[in-house]
């Protein structure tokens, strides 16, 4: 595409400062042979003036030069007018060919203008990353650190993160710096920022002090842009679309205005609230966000005109969603409720191995002017990159000369090693700084990660020490990619104690160090030797009964032996016993085994007082008879404690930065604790964090912004109280006789929502249940799963509100609730115990573990687990025992019917008819339960009366399920009946359940009519009556 361009009316010479480089010898040749000369007729400067005789002329009209990777060179043009009269003149580009793109974003001294835009894929989505904020309003580039700056509106957040052009950021930059901060811009060292709907612009340094702000004639600031070569700010006004540009040296002058109405009037009706400008496209500079498609714009900065380059479509739901670019490529959220940003192909390949300076100008009448043209190699793969310099002017002989340009890059690999700071990187690799025992024998691995930073493929031909102990483990050669990292072990196996020094030896055709030693050290000592026995149990037992069985573990080795201990789970049979099930009372009113009434873990509480009126969840668990636990407020608390000690832990609310700051921080702890089989209750609590807790496995959640209010409210439950234990608990124990089940709606707020996407990724869970739905955005608030060996419940409802307004909020009244769920989590599976869980042993001292089996509250069946023993013990590090538990279930027959029908004491029909006849069928349901682990078979229904009977006579009913029975009556006589309903099943303690029935019968009533016709003729006028005579003969 050609640009036309107003030509300077002065002459100037632009020149820069660069670092020189050495210049291999014979890598340059320059050609001096006869010009091309372009055709008038294609001649896209279109020239206007009338001067007489100007004559161009290039020396030399080829450069062909050969440098290695990472080299820059400098070359001479000479540009002469050999002619009467003055010319203006430009320099564009016409790409020939270059290998695939650079590495990484670097920056030449000008780039030029192109003849033709080359054009890749636009719009392929080449990359998706997860930023650590939603709402992403606002987004510029860093070009000189390859970091991308990014403004949330809501959180009020500016966040930057480096890129490495590959798909990975890192956050590097995480403030709340102003109000309303929706768009953001960087240049020369200073963050710009907006307070949305005003027109003033903040600034700030890259560690976020404020360095004053502005008021610029623009209304209603929407969105901010930079240009880094030129040191413009652009800000686009809310009001009437128009770009506003400002020189930020010239005490921020406006120097232009991008008409907002010509811009829109191109994009087919369609408005666009987000901008960014990329220097490196000079035929294409300004880029705009609309909802679901991004547009690019060339802008005349003489003129500020613009004209339509190109547009394509993106998944961006909203046109306030940012346009950013990074050097290569466009970016974008998809979503404000999310945190996704996808990375779009732009379309165009950019050229950023050569510069030019000057690149425009006058040339005076026989004159001439040198045109430094600057190769730069730096990160460039290896290859030939080949283009055209077109120097165009307004000499109408010779209006436009090309020179060819062509560079050879020889790619260079590039070896870079790595290993913990906390090993002595870079010094050493220390054996006693990684591990705090370091025995003979071994083995001992510390990884140290080998990445090529060059631009060719690196050839690692062995990596070696010549002391025997020390080892790589990977014996053959092998290859690295251009940016590829493989880590492997370099191993300490000494045989005998003693200090050990040498080097590992590391050759590769990595040209600057063919040859890399690291020094290596370990102290040895002779090491502890671990004995455990036995190492596998097989038991049966029924659900009432405990077996109790030992390990010993034994230190026959000369050191101190350390052994820990963890619980691995086999399988997810454990799955079938979540379901609710146990009823707090029988039929009977007497408790009857397995029951969770009682607490039987000790639990742990951290939180501060709410600040909602005060509210303390302490309360709670002063609520509960002889409940074991503590009570801690701060982080700083629990410096020192041992999780493990606990079963159960509720940690927060009303949480302030700081306090979820503390939280993330000891997140590994918490992890710790959960994986290890403890239960957690954790809810945020908040809709003010910059910085979002995180739940284990790395469950964030997510502002659930529909319209601006991210409040949740209103939001159905998605579980019958027989599929959750707390939703049975709170159903049967609600203080305002709430029905918990399936579609009831929870009243009040939660502040952001879980994305069942994350929950399905999780790490380490393999499990989940949600509890409640949000609205109006359909993604989970409350929700149940499995990290490791224990359990998670996370909320994101504002408890201490919801709680101190109980009746009101259904969820704020599940306090003393949530506290027997944890306390179900945390035991139903437990049914391996064992004590203690670590331990030192002196040399020849032994320790017994002792090990609980208890299958009181599991579904009959067939179950495994290991228990893990670890040592330091370097020629045992590992012991698992073994364990496999067969579960002879029993099944617990409850049975239950209305009230009006006389629950709990007899069957009444006359409690549910008005009316109860003889000679009629008259049906009453009845559910009969199996609260038991088995299946509960009912083997025979049977009364002791004649006119009574029940459809079925044989029934199964499957652990924690229940099954309807219709019991009917029938009697042939009036009166009273009375019998006895017995029910025969497989429930050892209840094999035979009882219970009267009755029910008073009376004669169904019988009306006769008298009489039933009658047969009468009558003319017109007449009329005449009848008596007809209703009787009860029943």
Wanted: aromatic content about 10%; some cysteine.
């Amino acid at each position: 595409m050609l640009i036309k361009d107003t030509f300077f009316l002065l002459f100037m010479i632009a020149f820069s400062i660069t670092v020189p480089f050495a210049i291999p010898a014979g890598a340059s040749t320059e050609h001096s042979s006869n010009l091309h000369t372009e055709d008038r007729e294609n001649n896209p400067v279109g020239m206007e003036r009338d001067l007489n005789h100007p004559d161009i002329d290039v020396e030399p009209n080829a450069i062909e030069d050969e440098i290695n990777s990472g080299e820059s060179v400098e070359r001479i043009l000479n540009f002469s007018n050999l002619g009467d009269e003055a010319i203006s003149f430009r320099i564009e580009y016409e790409l020939i060919n270059q290998p695939d793109r650079d590495l990484q974003n670097t920056r030449p001294t000008s780039f030029l203008r192109r003849i033709n835009p080359q054009h890749d894929d636009p719009g392929d989505i080449l990359f998706q990353l997860e930023l650590n904020t939603i709402n992403i309003t606002g987004l510029d580039w860093d070009p000189d650190e390859n970091v991308m700056w990014a403004a949330s509106y809501d959180p009020e957040i500016i966040h930057a993160y480096t890129y490495n052009g590959a798909g990975e950021v890192e956050n590097v930059f995480n403030q709340r710096l102003n109000e309303r901060s929706k768009g953001v811009g960087y240049l020369r060292n200073i963050v710009y920022t907006i307070q949305y709907w005003t027109s003033f612009v903040f600034r700030f340094d890259r560690d976020g002090e404020a360095l004053g702000e502005l008021e610029l004639d623009c209304d209603r600031v929407m969105d901010l842009a930079t240009s880094q070569d030129e040191g413009w700010l652009l800000v686009f006004d809310g009001v009437n679309r128009d770009i506003h540009v400002y020189d930020v040296e010239n005490d921020h002058q406006r120097i232009g205005v991008i008409d907002g109405g010509q811009v829109f009037g191109q994009m087919g009706g369609r408005w666009a609230r987000s901008m960014c400008w990329v220097d490196d496209h000079p035929d294409g500079q300004l880029w705009l966000g609309s909802e679901d498609r991004v547009w690019q714009f060339y802008v005349d900065t003489e003129n500020w005109h613009t004209d339509l380059v190109q547009d394509f479509e993106t998944q961006a739901e909203s046109a306030l969603l940012a346009i950013g670019h990074d050097g290569n490529n466009i970016w974008r959220p998809t979503n404000r409720n999310d945190r996704l940003v996808q990375v779009y192909d732009d379309g165009i390949t950019e050229v950023k191995w050569i510069s030019i300076e000057p690149d425009e100008g006058d040339l005076e009448a026989d004159s001439d002017i040198d045109v430094i043209v600057g190769l730069n190699a730096t990160h460039l793969n290896g290859g030939e990159y080949e283009l055209d310099l077109h120097f165009l002017s307004n000499d109408p002989d010779n209006p436009g000369v090309a020179v060819n340009v062509r560079l050879n890059v020889i790619g260079v690999p590039d070896l870079e090693l790595e290993w913990s700071e906390n090993r002595g990187f870079p010094e050493v690799i220390d054996w006693n700084r990684a591990f705090p025992d370091v025995y003979s024998g071994g083995p001992y691995e510390i990884p140290v990660s080998m990445t090529n930073e060059g631009t060719q493929v690196l050839n690692v031909e062995d990596v070696f020490s010549e002391n025997e102990y020390f080892f790589f483990e990977f014996e053959q050669q092998f290859e690295l990619q251009i940016g590829e990292t493989i880590v492997g072990n370099f191993i300490f196996e000494g045989e005998e104690p003693g200090d050990y020094n040498t080097s590992m030896i590391i050759v590769s055709d990595d040209p600057d160090e063919e040859r890399i030693e690291i020094d290596l050290h370990a102290r040895a000592l002779l090491p502890p030797i671990a004995i455990l026995e036995p190492d596998a149990f097989n038991r049966d037992l029924f659900n009432d009964e405990e077996a109790q069985l030992e390990v010993v573990v034994t230190n026959e080795g000369d050191n101190l032996l350390r052994w820990w201990s963890d619980f691995e789970i086999i399988g997810r049979r454990e799955m079938d016993n979540l379901k609710s099930g146990r009823k707090v009372r029988s039929i009977n009113g007497a408790e009857r085994n397995p029951r969770r009434d009682q607490i039987e873990g000790r639990g742990l509480l951290l939180s501060e007082v709410c600040g909602w009126e005060n509210w303390d969840f302490e309360q709670y668990f002063q609520a509960i008879d002889d409940l074991e636990y503590d009570r801690f407020h701060t982080w700083d608390e629990v410096g020192d404690i041992e999780f493990d000690d606990y079963d159960f832990m509720w940690i927060g609310n009303y949480e302030t930065e700081g306090w979820v700051i503390d939280h993330n921080e000891n997140l590994e702890r918490i992890e710790e604790f959960v994986d290890n089989g403890g239960a957690l209750y954790h809810s945020s609590g908040s809709n003010r964090h910059i910085t979002r807790p995180v739940n284990p496995g790395g469950l964030v959640y997510t502002w659930g912004r529909i319209n601006g209010d991210e409040v949740q409210d209103d939001c159905p439950l998605m579980l019958n109280p027989g599929d959750n234990f707390l939703i049975n608990y709170m159903n049967e124990n609600d203080d305002f006789d709430w029905e918990w089940r399936e579609g009831q709606i929870l009243a009040g707020a939660a502040h952001g929502v879980f994305n069942q996407r994350d929950i399905n990724e999780l790490e380490n869970s393999n499990w989940s249940e949600i509890m409640a739905m949000g609205n109006p955005v359909e993604e989970p608030i409350i929700v149940t799963y499995q990290f490791g060996n224990g359990y998670v419940l996370a909320s994101t409802t504002v408890d201490g509100y919801l709680h101190a307004r109980q009746e009101e909020f259904p969820w704020g009244r599940t306090g003393v609730g949530v506290i027997h769920y944890l306390d179900f989590l945390t035991n139903f599976s437990k049914w391996v115990t064992w004590d203690p869980h670590r331990g030192e042993l002196q040399p020849d001292e032994d320790e017994n573990v002792t090990i609980i089996l208890s299958p009181e509250e599991l579904v009959g069946g067939d179950y495994q687990a290991n228990i893990h023993f670890y040592t330091n013990d370097p020629a045992q590090r590992e012991f698992v025992v073994e364990i496999t538990l067969q579960v002879t279930g029993l099944p617990i027959i409850e049975v239950e019917w209305s009230q009006e029908a006389g629950y709990p004491d007899s069957i009444d029909w006359n409690g549910v008819y008005d009316e109860l006849f003889t000679g009629r069928d008259q049906p009453l349901r009845i559910e009969i339960k199996n609260a038991g682990t088995d299946e509960l078979i009912i083997e025979d229904i049977s009364f002791d009366h004649e006119y009574f009977s029940s459809e079925q006579q044989e029934l199964i009913v499957p652990p924690f399920d229940s099954r309807m029975l219709t019991l009917i009556i029938s009697a042939e006589e009036d009166g009273e009946h009375e019998g006895i309903l017995t029910i025969l099943s497989n429930d050892p303690e209840n094999a035979e359940w009882e219970i009267q029935v009755h029910g008073i019968t009376s004669s169904t009533p019988v009306m006769e009519l008298n009489p039933d016709e009658f047969d009468v003729a009558l003319i017109e006028g007449e009329s005449t009556e009848f008596e007809v005579i209703i009787a009860n003969i029943g």
